[in-house]
């Protein structure tokens, strides 16, 4: 059995992770603007949020 370094791992890590992070990123004006937005944009953001959560929880293996 081949041990991989740590370094490896880390990387792996973080691409695994890049998708997600983007998104979060992405979606930081949204979340500026919170309070600034109508009540059917924020139902939006929320339904885009659970989306997200329900991707990383499946990406993840959870359910």
């Known amino acids: 059995m081949q041990v991989h370094p740590v370094w490896l791992r880390l990387v ?3 691409l695994l992770s890049l998708p997600l992070l983007c ?3 992405l979606s930081a004006p949204a979340w500026a603007s919170w309070p600034f937005l109508p009540e059917h944009r924020q139902r939006t953001v929320l339904s885009f949020v659970r989306q997200l ?11």
């Open 12 to 14: 792996a890590a973080a």
């Open 53 to 63: 959560t329900l991707w990383a929880r499946a990406i993840g293996g959870e359910r």
């Open 23 to 25: 998104v979060v990123l």
